[in-house]
């Protein structure tokens, strides 16, 4: 085990955000790398904005993720006496003061105070720049400053890995490590930034930021870790699709850039995509399930685990998240397709009738696999001096509501015989109301 201590020290006052779960990655990544410890703490001194349901939701999305911590969960809440003690040390020895039932601290006059941030270079503050501010609020409660520095020093710890917006905060830090005694700084790793389409740090309106949201919307635990990894930094060869031992591997704080990170939803979809297909079929149609069996769009005994087990192939080849499953198959287990009345109206056009026709005459007499039934399909089209797929069309609204989906014919092999030709012919009925109008 190597003397490199590494801690992710979230404040429990809302959700994970990707930005938090980004610099556990990176601090566990590094620990990792190194053979080190990697800290839990949980920063909770903010008592009145402090929830005890998002002490535990940063728990288990953090489990969720991969990220198993070596020490902790430590609580500030836990700690107080360390806070009072160090409080009380800084005001006998005049680097602080009392002041209304809070602790201000005194930067010195003069000086500055220079620190190593392995992504930024040597930084250098000015100490006279530095106004007094606060170590205890008049709660009795420490402020990040005191809490931090005590805890990091009590900690042991050696490496502070955290987001740019921490970056003003250091000096002062320093300062009040030096005041307690210790002139050893351990070294900093501000991560870049990550910002939205519009290049403005990530928030709300970029769409989901908390990490709950992205695994309640199917996203694999691997592919967002695998995602959020290139987020300031990447393999030396270029990969998007890095295995974890491989990303640990070669993870080094000195190849993070610092220029800010562009969270791509796009990127990210492909990536859980590329995921998903890597599944083995098995595992794909065990992961689908939660969203299968979870309020289905429908009636519940209508589920067939042995119908979705034949199509599951089928659907692992074109979704990019769990959660698109339940709309992939929902026309197997639905009485009736919910129709897309723009898919409807798209489809439906002359001589879309008369392949609805001719197709229900091909396959009440052919036989119900998927080739045949790409076979007389075809030669339907051909029949009308359309291409395969210009034919497909009415054919896959009027079955399954909509005009994209898995393969077709394996879908109507699936679906069975009666049923479809009941879809087909409700179909054909609905156009000759409409012609009739």
Known sequence: MSDVRVRFAPSPTGFLHVGGARTALF?????????????????DTDIERTREEWVTGIQSTLRWLGLDWDEGPFRQSERAHLYA????????????????????????????????????????????????????????????????????????????IRGEDLLPSTARV???????????QPVFA????????????LSKRHGDVALEDYRDKGYLAEALRNYLALLGWAPRDGREIVPIDDVVA?????????????FDHQKLDHINGEYIRALPVATFVRE?????????????????????????????????????????VDFLFLDEPVIDEKAWNKAMKPPAADV????????????????ALHGVTLAVAVGHGLKLAKAQAPIRVAVTGRTVGPPLFESLAVLGRQRVLDRLQAARARLAEQAAE
Do not use: C
């Open 27 to 43: 601090n566990w990544l590094f620990a990792r790398h190194a053979g080190g410890t990697f800290i839990l703490r949980i920063e």
């Open 85 to 160: 003690e160090a409080a009380d040390k800084l005001v006998a020895s005049g680097h602080a003061y009392r002041e209304g039932g809070a602790v201000r601290f005194r930067p010195p006059a003069e000086g500055a105070t220079t620190f190593t941030d392995v992504i930024r270079g040597d930084i250098t503050v000015d100490n006279s720049t530095l106004e007094e501010f606060v170590i205890v609020r008049s709660t009795g409660h420490p402020t990040f400053y005191l809490a931090n520095a005590v805890d990091d020093v009590d900690m042991g710890i050696t490496h502070v």
């Open 174 to 184: 320093l300062l009040v490590r030096e005041a307690l005694g210790t002139t050893e």
């Open 190 to 201: 501000h991560l870049p930034l990550l910002v939205g389409q519009d290049r403005q740090k």
């Open 250 to 262: 070669e993870f080094r704080l000195e190849d993070v850039t610092k220029a800010a990170a562009f």
């Open 288 to 328: 689908s399930l939660p969203w299968l069996e979870t309020d289905p769009p429908w009636p519940p005994e209508n589920f067939d685990a042995d119908v979705f087990d034949r199509m599951a192939p089928l659907v692992q080849e074109r979704v990019k998240t769990l959660a698109e499953v339940p709309a992939m």
């Open 356 to 371: 609805l026709d001719d197709a229900v005459a091909a396959y009440e007499t052919t036989e119900w696999t998927s080739e």
